[in-house]
């Protein structure tokens, strides 16, 4: 089993299209804060499939382009934030929400804790629905929080299979967009400028979320907006350090009797983005290969004549 599959065997088997099943539960810790082992352990509650952001890798690492999640993704970005607002576009981009969830009766990690809003509203009239927010000590969460914006640093082998890879093209584009939840974190208005992103994400890896007092501030007005929104009765703040004994309480299940699964620490992250950046290279050189030789052919065709 790869890297990839042992952080997120479910990924296979998700339905795409209308929901057909009800979503009872939304974990909107921020990445970095045990995403991967909360969404293992909801699947050992029964709560599966469980959707986790791993899964808008998957397009990168295995190919496919057009109806992968990574697109979708990038659709819902662009109907959040670059559609003029109406109940069109509400319409549009639930659907599209539920076209990647709506076979999961449980979703967590970025990108889905970026559309927290959206799906509150689409779900919070069912009684069942309940929100986890993964806490995890600000400093701890910084640290480990870097890894993963050292990993879309604009070096030339990225910026080469942006250009050269769609599917690498569409998780990047969507990544970028989605980027503007933490704008709108911060500054409590909506971004209007591509270029402000565009500029800030290429002139120095993102400084935005590199810089330590900035980051940090997001991370906790996110955690703030949500404790703010959220019902207490529906909202529990939790980790798996606290073990299964309280997250087994607030959604009503019994208690298993194995240990709280603990996976994806920093060095598996890096170690699944090289996976994925390294399949995305060898497609891009299979494709040049390609067409080197045809014109290798051709030429000798030519000469030949």
Same mark, same amino acid.
């Given at each position: !089993?790869?890297?990839?599959?042992?952080? &997120?065997?479910?990924?296979? *088997?998700? *339905? +795409?299209?209308?929901?057909?099943? /009800?979503?009872?539960?939304?974990?909107?810790?921020?990445?970095?804060?045990?995403?991967?082992?909360?969404?293992?352990?909801?699947?050992?509650?029964?709560? #599966?499939?469980?959707?986790?952001?791993?899964? =808008?890798?998957?397009?990168?690492?295995?190919?496919?382009?057009?109806? #992968?999640?990574?697109?979708?993704?990038?659709?819902?970005?662009?109907?959040?934030?670059?559609?003029? /607002? =109406?109940?069109?576009?509400?319409?549009?981009?639930?659907?599209?929400?539920?076209?990647?969830?709506?076979?999961?009766?449980?979703?967590?990690? !970025?990108?889905?804790?970026?559309?927290?809003?959206?799906?509150? +509203? !689409? *779900?919070?009239?069912?009684?069942?629905?309940?929100?986890?927010?993964?806490?995890?000590?600000?400093?701890?969460?910084?640290?480990?929080?870097?890894?993963?914006?050292?990993?879309?640093?604009?070096?030339?082998?990225?910026?080469?299979?942006?250009?050269?890879?769609?599917?690498?093209?569409?998780?990047?584009? *969507?990544?970028?967009?989605?980027?503007?939840?933490?704008? +709108?974190?911060?500054?409590?208005?909506?971004?209007? =400028?591509?270029?402000?992103?565009?500029? &800030? =994400?290429? #002139?120095?890896?993102?400084?935005?979320?590199? &810089? #330590?007092?900035?980051?940090?501030?997001?991370?906790?007005?996110?955690?703030?907006?949500?404790?703010?929104?959220?019902?207490? +009765?529906?909202?529990?703040?939790?980790?798996?350090?606290?073990?299964?004994? /309280?997250?087994?309480?607030?959604?009503?299940?019994?208690?298993?009797?194995?240990? !709280?699964?603990?996976?994806?620490?920093?060095?598996?992250?890096?170690?699944?983005?090289?996976?994925?950046?390294?399949?995305?290279?060898?497609?891009?050189?299979?494709?040049?290969?390609?067409?080197?030789?045809?014109?290798?052919?051709?030429?000798?065709?030519?000469?030949?004549?």
């Amino acid at each position: !089993m790869s890297t990839f599959d042992a952080l &997120d065997p479910y990924n296979d *088997h998700y *339905h +795409e299209g209308p929901r057909r099943v /009800p979503l009872r539960v939304l974990s909107l810790g921020m990445s970095r804060t045990a995403t991967s082992s909360t969404q293992q352990a909801l699947v050992q509650l029964g709560y #599966s499939p469980s959707y986790h952001g791993f899964k =808008s890798w998957r397009a990168p690492l295995r190919g496919g382009h057009a109806n #992968s999640d990574a697109a979708r993704w990038l659709r819902a970005c662009q109907l959040k934030w670059e559609t003029p /607002p =109406s109940a069109k576009r509400t319409l549009e981009l639930h659907r599209t929400l539920d076209e990647l969830l709506g076979g999961c009766q449980a979703a967590g990690d !970025m990108p889905v804790v970026i559309f927290w809003r959206e799906l509150w +509203e !689409m *779900h919070k009239d069912d009684p069942e629905f309940k929100i986890i927010l993964n806490i995890r000590n600000t400093d701890s969460w910084h640290k480990s929080w870097l890894v993963v914006v050292k990993g879309f640093t604009p070096t030339l082998r990225l910026k080469l299979l942006y250009v050269f890879d769609a599917p690498m093209r569409a998780m990047l584009r *969507h990544t970028l967009l989605a980027a503007r939840y933490f704008w +709108e974190v911060e500054s409590k208005k909506k971004s209007k =400028s591509w270029k402000f992103w565009k500029s &800030d =994400s290429t #002139s120095d890896s993102a400084s935005w979320t590199r &810089d #330590s007092a900035i980051s940090r501030r997001i991370y906790e007005q996110h955690n703030a907006d949500i404790i703010a929104t959220i019902p207490p +009765e529906r909202l529990l703040l939790w980790g798996p350090q606290d073990g299964w004994e /309280p997250l087994c309480t607030f959604l009503g299940r019994p208690v298993p009797q194995v240990k !709280m699964p603990h996976v994806n620490d920093a060095a598996a992250t890096e170690a699944v983005w090289e996976d994925v950046l390294q399949a995305a290279q060898r497609r891009v050189l299979r494709r040049a290969a390609l067409f080197f030789g045809v014109i290798a052919v051709l030429a000798g065709w030519w000469l030949r004549a």
